[in-house]
């Protein structure tokens, strides 16, 4: 039954995040994935406990819900933020490319433009200069920015701007 | 022996813990998003838990496979987007003063994504230009199915 209710919760968070979602980014709607996920455990424990649930069955599923969430949301991201499988679809459509002809059609100006927009409509940069909104939000994005990533932002993204800056000294 | 109930809860408890001090001790200062060791330790716990729980054993060894695959492509996934993300490149640059930035778009390397693509075998390089493999194709169309599926916005 625990299986059951943990699955059923997770699949019912994610329909009704993406629903109220309307197909938008999803780290731009956070606090709706966060909602649903609660809603869902709080009805999943409920129907537990009227089928005589122990009351660590009803830690049990929130708990167990997170990692599915987490996946979810990797997933999710991946999908829609993806460059490599945005690149995959423009040679699709468009057949064979030079290097030369996928970077023109990619138009990563844009792209970058793209989320820089996306970012300022969710809240996380304001001002004429796009700084990080000095709200609570803008504290919190911070904070994890240096939490996770460092003083130097992504890991993997700094060493591969600093091998470029190499080569081209 | 402990109860079915019991033994989930120890088993998320100890994926929490183990993913985060695979964070905090070792991924945190590398270049991969693939973590093996937490995966291998939490498959031991999972084993461990089969034996020593005293009742749905077939249950516990299902939801303990679930949440550990579920854990190990979320924390891929977390690991990416910290490691190697667009997005969160962009917004890490506009922590820094407007002079010190670097252009946004520097942070979108084709040349690299071309490499991916051809590693995961879903482009080649054929006379100079890159076509999609047969694997390719299928991701290509797997992917547009999806964000059809699910009305979603590319932002790729």
Known sequence: ???????????????????????????????????AYGVACVIAD??????????????????????????????????????????????????PQSTQDLV????????AETRLRILREAGYLAGEDDHIAPTAKGRVVLVLIRALCGADGPRAVASRLERRRGAGA | ???????????????????????????????????????????????AGTIVVGNDRIEFALMGLLLLGAAAFGYANFLAFVKRGVTFSILSNHTRPPAERIPDAAFIAIDDRLHEMQGHGWAEPRDARWSLT???????RLRELLIRLLQIEAVG
């Open chain 1, 1 to 35: 039954m625990i299986l059951a209710a943990t699955l059923i919760s997770a699949i019912v968070a994610i329909v009704v995040s993406e629903v109220i979602g309307h197909g938008r980014v999803i780290y731009t709607r956070m606090a709706t994935l966060i909602a």
């Open chain 1, 46 to 95: 409920s129907v537990v406990k009227r089928f005589g649930g122990s009351m660590s069955d009803e830690f049990v599923i929130p708990l167990s819900v997170v990692p599915i969430m987490a996946a979810w949301l990797g997933f999710r991201i991946h999908l829609s933020n993806s460059i490599t499988l945005e690149m995959v679809t423009l040679l699709e459509h468009q057949g």
């Open chain 1, 104 to 111: 023109r059609a990619y138009d990563p100006q844009k792209h």
């Open chain 2, 1 to 47: 022996m402990i109860t079915f109930s019991h033994a989930i809860l120890a088993y998320d408890l100890a994926l929490i813990v183990v993913y985060c001090l695979d964070f905090i001790v070792r991924s945190r200062r590398n270049d991969t998003v693939v973590a093996k060791a937490p995966a291998i330790a939490m498959l031991v716990c999972l084993c």
């Open chain 2, 134 to 140: 047969s694997a390719g194709h299928r991701i290509a």
